[in-house]
Protein backbone atom coordinates (compact mmCIF):
# COMPACT_ATOMS: atom_id res chain seq x y z
CA UNK A 1 0.00 0.00 0.00
CA UNK A 2 1.36 3.20 -0.81
CA UNK A 3 -0.31 6.13 0.85
CA UNK A 4 -0.82 10.20 0.18
CA UNK A 5 -1.32 12.65 2.72
CA UNK A 6 -4.24 14.99 2.44
CA UNK A 7 -5.49 16.47 6.09
CA UNK A 8 -8.51 18.56 4.71
CA UNK A 9 -10.00 15.62 2.73
CA UNK A 10 -12.50 15.03 5.39
CA UNK A 11 -16.26 15.22 4.18
CA UNK A 12 -15.29 16.19 0.39
CA UNK A 13 -17.52 14.70 -2.23
CA UNK A 14 -14.34 15.84 -5.08
CA UNK A 15 -10.72 16.86 -3.48
CA UNK A 16 -7.68 18.32 -5.63
CA UNK A 17 -4.51 16.33 -4.07
CA UNK A 18 -1.69 18.99 -2.75
CA UNK A 19 0.87 20.05 -5.64
CA UNK A 20 3.45 17.88 -4.79
CA UNK A 21 1.15 14.87 -3.92
CA UNK A 22 -0.17 15.56 -7.40
CA UNK A 23 2.66 15.40 -9.01
CA UNK A 24 4.16 12.37 -7.06
CA UNK A 25 1.03 10.69 -8.25
CA UNK A 26 0.83 11.41 -11.75
CA UNK A 27 3.80 12.30 -12.60
CA UNK A 28 6.31 9.22 -10.57
CA UNK A 29 3.51 6.85 -10.19
CA UNK A 30 1.43 7.54 -13.67
CA UNK A 31 -1.53 7.25 -12.23
CA UNK A 32 -4.40 7.96 -14.59
CA UNK A 33 -8.06 8.40 -14.76
CA UNK A 34 -10.33 5.26 -12.97
CA UNK A 35 -7.50 4.16 -11.05
CA UNK A 36 -8.41 4.10 -6.91
CA UNK A 37 -5.53 5.29 -4.51
CA UNK A 38 -5.21 5.19 -0.79
CA UNK A 39 -5.47 8.37 1.39
CA UNK A 40 -4.90 9.37 4.79
CA UNK A 41 -6.03 12.45 6.60
CA UNK A 42 -3.76 11.82 9.67
CA UNK A 43 -6.46 11.93 11.97
CA UNK A 44 -7.09 8.54 11.55
CA UNK A 45 -9.29 8.20 7.88
CA UNK A 46 -8.11 5.74 5.19
CA UNK A 47 -9.98 6.31 2.07
CA UNK A 48 -10.29 5.19 -1.23
CA UNK A 49 -9.65 7.89 -3.81
CA UNK A 50 -10.86 7.62 -7.61
CA UNK A 51 -8.58 9.68 -9.81
CA UNK A 52 -11.30 11.53 -12.37
CA UNK A 53 -8.72 14.25 -13.80
CA UNK A 54 -5.19 13.43 -13.63
CA UNK A 55 -3.17 16.51 -14.19
CA UNK A 56 -0.20 16.56 -13.02
CA UNK A 57 -0.29 20.26 -10.94
CA UNK A 58 -3.92 19.28 -9.41
CA UNK A 59 -4.94 15.30 -9.67
CA UNK A 60 -8.48 15.62 -8.89
CA UNK A 61 -10.23 12.26 -7.34
CA UNK A 62 -13.33 11.30 -5.77
CA UNK A 63 -12.92 10.27 -2.03
CA UNK A 64 -14.25 7.77 0.02
CA UNK A 65 -14.53 7.00 3.87
CA UNK A 66 -13.41 3.25 4.17
CA UNK A 67 -11.93 3.28 7.71
CA UNK A 68 -11.77 5.24 10.80
CA UNK A 69 -9.08 4.75 13.69
CA UNK A 70 -10.42 6.56 16.47
CA UNK A 71 -7.07 6.13 18.73
CA UNK A 72 -4.10 7.61 17.48
CA UNK A 73 -1.78 4.62 19.75
CA UNK A 74 -2.30 2.70 22.69
CA UNK A 75 -0.10 5.27 24.75
CA UNK A 76 0.52 9.07 24.65
CA UNK A 77 4.02 9.62 24.50
CA UNK A 78 5.60 13.01 23.99
CA UNK A 79 9.23 13.72 23.50
CA UNK A 80 10.53 17.67 24.11
CA UNK A 81 13.83 17.52 22.32
CA UNK A 82 16.20 20.37 21.87
CA UNK A 83 17.65 19.83 18.59
CA UNK A 84 21.48 19.22 18.19
CA UNK A 85 23.65 21.14 15.68
CA UNK A 86 23.74 18.42 13.57
CA UNK A 87 20.25 19.03 12.23
CA UNK A 88 20.39 15.93 10.83
CA UNK A 89 20.54 13.15 13.37
CA UNK A 90 17.26 15.79 15.11
CA UNK A 91 15.52 14.90 11.35
CA UNK A 92 16.71 10.90 11.62
CA UNK A 93 15.58 10.93 15.78
CA UNK A 94 12.31 12.16 13.98
CA UNK A 95 11.56 9.68 11.15
CA UNK A 96 12.54 6.69 13.64
CA UNK A 97 10.02 7.57 16.02
CA UNK A 98 7.46 8.05 13.80
CA UNK A 99 8.08 4.78 12.43
CA UNK A 100 7.81 3.10 16.24
CA UNK A 101 5.21 5.29 17.37
CA UNK A 102 4.94 8.83 19.02
CA UNK A 103 2.47 11.22 20.14
CA UNK A 104 3.75 14.26 20.10
CA UNK A 105 6.82 16.39 19.83
CA UNK A 106 8.15 19.68 21.04
CA UNK A 107 11.83 21.31 20.29
CA UNK A 108 13.47 23.34 23.04
CA UNK A 109 16.05 26.28 23.30
CA UNK A 110 17.94 25.57 26.46
CA UNK A 111 20.82 27.02 28.21
CA UNK A 112 23.64 24.45 26.74
CA UNK A 113 21.76 24.01 22.99
CA UNK A 114 23.69 24.41 20.25
CA UNK A 115 21.39 24.79 17.41
CA UNK A 116 19.09 27.69 18.28
CA UNK A 117 16.83 27.60 15.24
CA UNK A 118 14.94 24.88 13.28
CA UNK A 119 12.85 24.53 9.76
CA UNK A 120 9.55 23.59 11.07
CA UNK A 121 8.22 23.07 7.97
CA UNK A 122 11.18 20.88 6.74
CA UNK A 123 10.80 18.67 9.87
CA UNK A 124 6.81 18.38 9.35
CA UNK A 125 8.09 16.84 5.72
CA UNK A 126 10.20 14.36 7.71
CA UNK A 127 7.51 13.07 10.00
CA UNK A 128 4.84 13.14 7.42
CA UNK A 129 7.13 11.07 4.67
CA UNK A 130 7.66 8.41 7.80
CA UNK A 131 3.79 8.22 8.29
CA UNK A 132 3.48 7.06 4.63
CA UNK A 133 6.10 5.12 4.81
CA UNK A 134 4.98 3.42 7.87
CA UNK A 135 1.44 3.18 7.43
CA UNK A 136 0.38 4.85 9.99
CA UNK A 137 -3.02 6.61 10.18
CA UNK A 138 -1.86 9.52 12.20
CA UNK A 139 0.47 12.20 11.71
CA UNK A 140 1.73 12.94 15.27
CA UNK A 141 1.88 16.49 16.47
CA UNK A 142 4.97 19.12 16.24
CA UNK A 143 5.47 22.39 18.30
CA UNK A 144 7.91 25.04 17.64
CA UNK A 145 10.84 25.74 19.47
CA UNK A 146 10.77 27.49 22.82
CA UNK A 147 12.50 28.21 25.50
CA UNK A 148 12.62 25.98 28.27
CA UNK A 149 11.44 27.86 30.74
CA UNK A 150 8.37 28.88 28.87
CA UNK A 151 7.73 24.92 27.74
CA UNK A 152 7.86 23.75 31.65
CA UNK A 153 5.47 26.71 32.70
CA UNK A 154 2.55 24.95 30.84
CA UNK A 155 -0.01 23.09 32.35
CA UNK A 156 0.51 19.56 31.86
CA UNK A 157 -2.61 18.84 33.61
CA UNK A 158 -2.26 14.89 35.46
CA UNK A 159 0.55 13.93 32.40
CA UNK A 160 3.29 12.20 34.10
CA UNK A 161 6.43 13.92 33.19
CA UNK A 162 10.39 13.04 33.55
CA UNK A 163 13.70 15.12 32.74
CA UNK A 164 16.28 12.56 31.18
CA UNK A 165 20.00 14.15 32.21
CA UNK A 166 23.65 12.77 33.46
CA UNK A 167 24.21 14.73 36.76
CA UNK A 168 24.75 12.87 39.27
CA UNK A 169 24.90 15.35 41.78
CA UNK A 170 20.74 14.51 41.26
CA UNK A 171 18.87 11.43 42.59
CA UNK A 172 17.96 9.93 39.07
CA UNK A 173 15.86 6.49 38.52
CA UNK A 174 15.79 4.35 35.64
CA UNK A 175 13.00 5.78 32.91
CA UNK A 176 12.05 1.64 32.92
CA UNK A 177 11.43 1.85 36.55
CA UNK A 178 8.61 4.72 36.63
CA UNK A 179 7.42 5.08 33.02
CA UNK A 180 3.44 4.32 31.93
CA UNK A 181 1.61 4.27 29.10
CA UNK A 182 1.26 8.02 29.36
CA UNK A 183 4.52 10.31 29.36
CA UNK A 184 6.84 13.87 29.02
CA UNK A 185 10.09 13.40 28.79
CA UNK A 186 12.66 16.36 28.45
CA UNK A 187 15.92 15.46 26.23
CA UNK A 188 18.73 17.87 26.62
CA UNK A 189 21.15 19.40 24.42
CA UNK A 190 24.56 17.77 23.31
CA UNK A 191 25.91 19.47 26.85
CA UNK A 192 23.23 18.24 28.98
CA UNK A 193 20.50 20.41 30.75
CA UNK A 194 22.30 22.87 32.79
CA UNK A 195 21.76 22.15 36.61
CA UNK A 196 19.44 25.74 37.28
CA UNK A 197 17.24 23.72 34.59
CA UNK A 198 17.30 20.41 36.12
CA UNK A 199 16.32 22.30 39.59
CA UNK A 200 13.59 24.06 37.58
CA UNK A 201 12.19 20.81 36.23
CA UNK A 202 11.60 19.33 39.48
CA UNK A 203 10.26 22.52 41.22
CA UNK A 204 7.59 21.83 38.11
CA UNK A 205 6.65 18.12 39.35
CA UNK A 206 9.24 16.39 37.02
CA UNK A 207 10.56 13.06 37.86
CA UNK A 208 14.72 13.06 37.04
CA UNK A 209 15.28 10.00 35.20
CA UNK A 210 18.66 7.71 33.68
CA UNK A 211 18.55 5.97 30.66
CA UNK A 212 21.13 3.39 31.18
CA UNK A 213 24.69 3.74 32.48
CA UNK A 214 25.92 4.68 28.90
CA UNK A 215 25.83 8.26 28.15
CA UNK A 216 23.83 8.15 24.95
CA UNK A 217 23.94 10.90 21.83
CA UNK A 218 20.43 13.09 22.17
CA UNK A 219 18.89 12.12 19.36
CA UNK A 220 19.65 8.53 20.58
CA UNK A 221 18.12 8.94 23.96
CA UNK A 222 15.17 10.55 22.60
CA UNK A 223 14.74 7.45 20.38
CA UNK A 224 15.27 5.16 23.21
CA UNK A 225 12.78 7.11 25.63
CA UNK A 226 10.27 6.52 22.80
CA UNK A 227 10.93 2.42 22.44
CA UNK A 228 10.85 1.99 26.16
CA UNK A 229 7.30 3.88 26.04
CA UNK A 230 6.07 1.77 23.11
CA UNK A 231 7.54 -1.42 24.44
CA UNK A 232 5.84 -1.63 28.20
CA UNK A 233 2.73 -0.12 26.85
CA UNK A 234 2.36 -3.36 25.16
CA UNK A 235 3.41 -6.04 27.39
Same mark, same amino acid.
Given at each position: ?21 ? /? ?9 ? %? ?6 ? #?? /? ?18 ? &? ?7 ? &????? !? ?32 ? !? ?41 ? *? ?8 ? !??? *? ?10 ? #?? *?????? #??? %? ?12 ? #? ?5 ? %? ?23
Amino acid at each position: MRLFYCPDIEDKVVYTLPKEES /GHCVRVLRKKN %GDTIDVID #GK /GGLYKATIIDNSSNKCVVQP &LLVKKVESQ &LPYNC !HIAIAPTKNIDRVEWFLEKATEIGISEVSFLLCD !HSERKVIKFERAEKVVISAVKQSLKMYVPKLHDLSSFKDFINQ *DFGDMPRYIA !HCD *DSFERVPLKSVV #GA *DSLILI #GPE %GDFSPEEVKLALQK #GFISISL %GDSRLRTETAALYAVSIVSILSSI
